[in-house]
């Protein structure tokens, strides 16, 4: 995802420097440091996409991390999808070195990301989002403002969880149908023109049909989200048996060997328990 985002950057006219924890992951355009330090000297504005909590930890405070050599009144946004409660310290610890932190995860998958139309959700105060307003509208075609720092991620685990929910459904009813002698295009059209139509489903479903797995969205990501939102139910109090009920499924896919895969690989689970072969 930080990869197409930062090319965007590139191509709107922006000065970008770049760095990435694997090697030799370039952007046209852009000048490559060495180290997250590097990366952050003398910018108004850092931009993180990295993949977990630690990632961003490391990334900031780690070794040479960016937070060294953040100039005052520089921002940070983080863009990766991480634990809402340690966001809410990390914004806390760059504001001691007198700079400004924002949480804006996205939404809208690899393909967004390379068209620049993915929707930000954003946590942090309303003046700092409007100073780098023209950034996001670069990277995406919608912001939406949650609340204080923190609220973008809290909004962002919400919308992934009710994801999961969409996909399963679509998942078990089309291995259902298939079972039963249906064809998968054939529910497939009946979903597109019924109440139960949904974006998950108009995304997913040629993808499906085709049998094309390929990552937009990593089954092992979906699966750290899932334990981060339930990380955060734990910690104000909230039960949430049916999502734990679909973590089993992707603990059985992990297992399977599918985590490099779209999170729809979960489905293959599924025919496979209902012993059915690759719809015709």
Request: charged share 20%; aromatic share 6%.
């Amino acid at each position: 995802m930080g990869r197409p985002m930062a090319a965007n950057l590139v191509k709107a006219g922006h000065e970008v420097t770049v760095w990435n924890r694997t090697p030799g992951k370039e952007v046209a355009g852009a000048t490559a440091a060495s180290t997250p330090a590097e990366a952050a000297q003398d910018k108004d504005v850092v931009w993180l996409c990295v993949s977990d909590t630690k990632a961003v930890e490391q990334t900031l405070f780690g070794a040479q991390g960016a937070v060294q050599a953040l100039k005052p009144g520089a921002i940070v946004v983080d863009s990766s999808t991480v634990s809402p409660s340690a966001s809410v310290q990390f914004a806390e610890r760059v504001r001691q070195r007198g700079a400004d932190f924002l949480d804006a995860p996205v939404t809208g998958s690899k393909n967004g990301a390379e068209a620049g139309t993915l929707i930000f959700i954003v946590g942090g105060k309303q003046e700092i989002i409007a100073r780098i307003q023209p950034l996001f509208s670069v990277m995406g075609k919608q912001f939406i403002h949650m609340g204080e720092n923190g609220k973008g991620l809290a909004a962002k685990l919400a919308q992934n969880l009710q994801i999961a929910f969409i996909f399963e459904g679509l998942a078990e009813g089309l291995t259902l149908a298939t079972k039963m002698g249906v064809k998968p295009e054939k529910l497939i059209e009946l979903i597109q023109a019924s109440m139960i139509r949904s974006g998950v489903a108009e995304y997913k479903a040629p993808f499906i049909l085709r049998r094309d797995y390929s990552p937009n969205f990593p089954l092992r990501l979906m699966h750290k989200d899932m334990h981060l939102m339930m990380d955060a139910a734990r910690e104000n109090g909230v039960k949430l048996p049916g999502l734990e009920k679909i973590d089993e499924i992707y603990e059985e896919a992990s297992r399977a060997g599918h985590d490099d895969l779209d999170y729809a690989a979960t489905i293959m689970l599924l025919e496979e328990w209902a012993g059915i072969g690759k719809p015709a």
